[in-house]
């Protein structure tokens, strides 16, 4: 097949059957064979542009790799690349391998947070396949098995943190009790007092469980109550009390009277400093099922060794100086190393520096730090967003102007480049800049010389030269919207900024840090309680460290004494149905004409005030609406046609162009 298609002249056709042949001798096991049609794949997709077709080859290239190590990082860079162009069916399933990758490894947190995005993903893909499909649609192999991956490695997760037996693991078997237990097994490890954690679990209990729970605990000789759902009698007191009393050590489960009107589970502490345990007591109509009395002996068990911790654990040492920041970088995690390692081979050398990395994980930091720790310290350092100038403006900001050259310029202006003069210019978000634009930067980094708009006399110039970007400089040159000649004088050296979800250890240093500057800022002594610490490392962060930033520094404002114990809520922020709505309004008002998409769209986005998210989510619904006919959706915006193309540049360069054909497909 693939011998006839390539005599027809149908590369296209070509790749896919390679991708099929492939994905059959995967199947089968033949490894070599299937190496052998997705390089071919490879060769054909990228050099003609068929980036789809590229996508599922590079993840059929990293399921082909032989070492683990290699299949890790292939796989992610599959992921990166269907995320970059909007493929949810290969973010899927790339996500489902990632998994088994981290799963085999013994990463078991990491390798849950690979499938759950997996099984979201499919679940959402799911609900908009025909009934009569959806059947055969989840019949694939892997699509059938990530759920059940997901449960195993909730079950070891909480395993390893529980050490409890595997008679007790069905216990998890319901997603309430995975999130309660996941939450409690953080708790134990990070909690700093008995009441601190017995909060906690009370917490959990009223989240979890639909009947009253008690929490009696004796500490110093002091006997404390704790209750969820019902307040605590003196009659409960007495009742309960028998029951603990006669049972003392040993978890019961059963009638708590003579009349045997309720029933009442007791499950004991057993540590040599709290004495006491745990009470639920429900009525003869709401008994607790097999899985509640399994989740309540996890719990007891949980608790047991938390408070086994505390005990042993030694009084925390109050910091008296703030966390110790690298040229404004904190974190101590291994990737972050990493970073500080780059960032002094820089330092020592004079070469251009291209820094990748997601928005909100600090890249102008990273470049500030290359320039304060090399010999162009006491020079200037110049920074430059490329994507929040417009691009009329952009050229004379960088190399200056003459008086005259263009209306509006009254005076000599020089440029950020001349402005750098014996330091370093810092130039953000780098893909955001033209052709044109393009081949006067390569020309200034060869000849060390800027000319200003107006003058045909160059000016030398001694200038470190430093881009960052958010989005991949390789893959834009495939598409032909990045210069290669430039890329390589840029990716001289290349410093990685990881996104905050891969080093989350580093998120209480972060807390620490920038409550400490709000501290200064504000001349008060608030401080983060190892509950909040714990509530911080749960949420997902899609903004990084700009976002965590951001949820500290409300939470700081919100908190009513000096203890931040709560994440505030983002009361602005909008929740997901929200987004949805608001997509939907902005696509409603542009159909009829009530808002100008370059003012209402394109402009605040240059300005970051929408999210590219939010763009993706338009084009999305649009394509949707129109079928994946872009100039349909242009017409529909009420969109003149000579501004079709610019309109086309917009999304390409905001990395927001979506794939028409998958689209075209769901009409058929």
């Given at each position: 097949?693939?011998?006839?298609?390539?005599?027809?002249?149908?590369?296209?056709?070509?790749?896919?059957?390679?991708?099929?042949?492939?994905?059959?001798?995967?199947?089968?096991?033949?490894?070599?064979?299937?190496?052998?049609?997705?390089?071919?794949?490879?060769?054909?997709?990228?050099?003609?542009?068929?980036?789809?077709?590229?996508?599922?080859?590079?993840?059929?290239?990293?399921?082909?790799?032989?070492?683990?190590?290699?299949?890790?990082?292939?796989?992610?860079?599959?992921?990166?690349?269907?995320?970059?162009?909007?493929?949810?069916?290969?973010?899927?399933?790339?996500?489902?391998?990632?998994?088994?990758?981290?799963?085999?490894?013994?990463?078991?947190?990491?390798?849950?947070?690979?499938?759950?995005?997996?099984?979201?993903?499919?679940?959402?893909?799911?609900?908009?396949?025909?009934?009569?499909?959806?059947?055969?649609?989840?019949?694939?192999?892997?699509?059938?098995?990530?759920?059940?991956?997901?449960?195993?490695?909730?079950?070891?997760?909480?395993?390893?943190?529980?050490?409890?037996?595997?008679?007790?693991?069905?216990?998890?078997?319901?997603?309430?009790?995975?999130?309660?237990?996941?939450?409690?097994?953080?708790?134990?490890?990070?909690?700093?007092?008995?009441?601190?954690?017995?909060?906690?679990?009370?917490?959990?209990?009223?989240?979890?469980?639909?009947?009253?729970?008690?929490?009696?605990?004796?500490?110093?000789?002091?006997?404390?109550?704790?209750?969820?759902?019902?307040?605590?009698?003196?009659?409960?007191?007495?009742?309960?009390?028998?029951?603990?009393?006669?049972?003392?050590?040993?978890?019961?489960?059963?009638?708590?009277?003579?009349?045997?009107?309720?029933?009442?589970?007791?499950?004991?502490?057993?540590?040599?400093?709290?004495?006491?345990?745990?009470?639920?007591?429900?009525?003869?109509?709401?008994?607790?099922?097999?899985?509640?009395?399994?989740?309540?002996?996890?719990?007891?068990?949980?608790?047991?060794?938390?408070?086994?911790?505390?005990?042993?654990?030694?009084?925390?040492?109050?910091?008296?100086?703030?966390?110790?920041?690298?040229h404004g970088l904190v974190g101590s995690s291994r990737l972050m190393k990493q970073v500080?390692?780059?960032?002094?081979?820089?330092?020592?050398?004079?070469?251009?520096?291209?820094?990748?990395?997601?928005?909100?994980?600090?890249?102008?930091?990273?470049?500030?730090?290359?320039?304060?720790?090399?010999?162009?310290?006491?020079?200037?350092?110049?920074?430059?967003?490329?994507?929040?100038?417009?691009?009329?403006?952009?050229?004379?900001?960088?190399?200056?102007?003459?008086?005259?050259?263009?209306?509006?310029?009254?005076?000599?202006?020089?440029?950020?480049?001349?402005?750098?003069?014996?330091?370093?210019?810092?130039?953000?978000?780098?893909?955001?800049?033209?052709?044109?634009?393009?081949?006067?930067?390569?020309?200034?980094?060869?000849?060390?010389?800027?000319?200003?708009?107006?003058?045909?006399?160059?000016?030398?110039?001694?200038?470190?030269?430093?881009?960052?970007?958010?989005?991949?400089?390789?893959?834009?040159?495939?598409?032909?919207?990045?210069?290669?000649?430039?890329?390589?004088?840029?990716?001289?050296?290349?410093?990685?900024?990881?996104?905050?979800?891969?080093?989350?250890?580093?998120?209480?240093?972060?807390?620490?840090?920038?409550?400490?500057?709000?501290?200064?800022?504000?001349?008060?002594?608030?401080?983060?309680?190892?509950?909040?610490?714990?509530?911080?490392?749960?949420?997902?962060?899609?903004?990084?460290?700009?976002?965590?930033?951001?949820?500290?520094?409300?939470?700081?404002?919100?908190?009513?004494?000096?203890?931040?114990?709560?994440?505030?809520?983002?009361q602005s922020a909008s929740s997901p149905a929200a987004g949805i709505d608001e997509i939907?309004?902005?696509?409603?008002?542009?159909?009829?004409?009530?808002?100008?998409?370059?003012?209402?769209?394109?402009?605040?986005?240059?300005?970051?005030?929408?999210?590219?998210?939010?763009?993706?989510?338009?084009?999305?619904?649009?394509?949707?609406?129109?079928r994946g006919n872009y100039k349909t959706m242009a017409s529909l915006f009420k969109l003149?046609?000579?501004?079709?193309?610019?309109?086309?540049?917009?999304?390409?360069?905001?990395?927001?162009?979506?794939?028409?054909?998958?689209?075209?497909?769901?009409?058929?």
């Amino acid at each position: 097949m693939r011998s006839v298609a390539e005599s027809l002249g149908t590369r296209y056709q070509a790749c896919r059957v390679s991708l099929q042949l492939a994905g059959l001798h995967i199947a089968h096991g033949d490894l070599p064979k299937a190496s052998v049609a997705v390089k071919y794949a490879i060769a054909i997709s990228k050099r003609k542009g068929f980036k789809v077709l590229f996508s599922r080859a590079l993840l059929l290239r990293a399921l082909v790799s032989d070492r683990v190590s290699d299949k890790r990082d292939r796989l992610k860079v599959a992921l990166a690349q269907a995320e970059s162009i909007g493929l949810p069916e290969l973010i899927a399933e790339a996500s489902y391998h990632l998994g088994l990758v981290e799963m085999e490894a013994n990463q078991f947190v990491t390798a849950h947070e690979y499938f759950v995005k997996s099984a979201n993903v499919t679940k959402r893909l799911a609900d908009n396949v025909p009934r009569r499909y959806i059947k055969g649609y989840l019949a694939e192999t892997w699509r059938k098995d990530v759920l059940a991956k997901r449960q195993e490695c909730s079950e070891r997760i909480i395993s390893a943190a529980t050490r409890i037996s595997d008679a007790q693991l069905h216990a998890a078997r319901d997603v309430r009790f995975v999130k309660s237990l996941y939450k409690l097994s953080l708790a134990m490890s990070s909690a700093t007092s008995y009441q601190e954690f017995i909060d906690t679990v009370a917490d959990a209990l009223d989240e979890t469980l639909r009947q009253p729970a008690f929490i009696s605990f004796e500490h110093a000789g002091t006997v404390s109550w704790k209750s969820t759902r019902v307040k605590v009698t003196d009659e409960m007191r007495v009742r309960l009390g028998a029951v603990a009393e006669r049972f003392q050590n040993k978890s019961y489960f059963g009638a708590s009277g003579e009349n045997n009107r309720s029933t009442t589970a007791w499950i004991p502490f057993q540590s040599e400093e709290i004495k006491g345990g745990l009470f639920v007591e429900c009525g003869k109509s709401n008994r607790l099922t097999e899985q509640e009395i399994d989740y309540l002996t996890v719990v007891g068990t949980i608790a047991n060794a938390a408070f086994d911790r505390i005990h042993d654990k030694p009084v925390p040492i109050q910091r008296s100086q703030p966390v110790s920041e690298f040229h404004g970088l904190v974190g101590s995690s291994r990737l972050m190393k990493q970073v500080y390692e780059h960032i002094e081979v820089a330092a020592r050398n004079t070469a251009t520096v291209l820094i990748e990395g997601e928005s909100g994980t600090g890249k102008e930091l990273v470049a500030r730090a290359i320039h304060e720790c090399g010999a162009r310290a006491k020079g200037p350092f110049i920074p430059l967003d490329c994507g929040a100038i417009a691009e009329s403006l952009i050229e004379s900001e960088l190399f200056g102007s003459r008086k005259g050259s263009y209306t509006g310029s009254i005076a000599d202006r020089p440029g950020m480049f001349e402005a750098a003069h014996g330091g370093t210019i810092f130039l953000d978000e780098i893909s955001n800049t033209s052709a044109g634009l393009q081949a006067k930067l390569l020309r200034v980094i060869q000849e060390r010389e800027v000319r200003r708009i107006g003058e045909t006399k160059g000016r030398t110039v001694d200038v470190r030269v430093i881009v960052a970007t958010n989005t991949s400089l390789e893959a834009l040159v495939q598409q032909r919207l990045f210069r290669q000649d430039l890329l390589y004088r840029l990716k001289v050296l290349h410093v990685r900024v990881p996104p905050l979800r891969n080093r989350r250890e580093d998120i209480p240093l972060l807390a620490e840090h920038f409550v400490d500057k709000l501290n200064v800022a504000q001349h008060l002594k608030k401080y983060a309680t190892p509950k909040f610490i714990e509530n911080l490392g749960t949420l997902s962060y899609p903004g990084n460290v700009r976002e965590l930033q951001n949820v500290v520094e409300r939470s700081y404002l919100f908190a009513k004494g000096a203890a931040i114990i709560a994440v505030a809520a983002d009361q602005s922020a909008s929740s997901p149905a929200a987004g949805i709505d608001e997509i939907q309004r902005w696509f409603k008002e542009l159909s009829e004409g009530r808002k100008d998409f370059w003012a209402e769209i394109h402009e605040p986005y240059k300005r970051r005030d929408i999210s590219r998210e939010k763009i993706v989510a338009l084009i999305d619904l649009g394509l949707r609406t129109t079928r994946g006919n872009y100039k349909t959706m242009a017409s529909l915006f009420k969109l003149k046609d000579k501004d079709y193309r610019r309109f086309m540049d917009f999304l390409r360069r905001g990395d927001c162009l979506l794939d028409f054909r998958p689209y075209r497909k769901m009409a058929q």
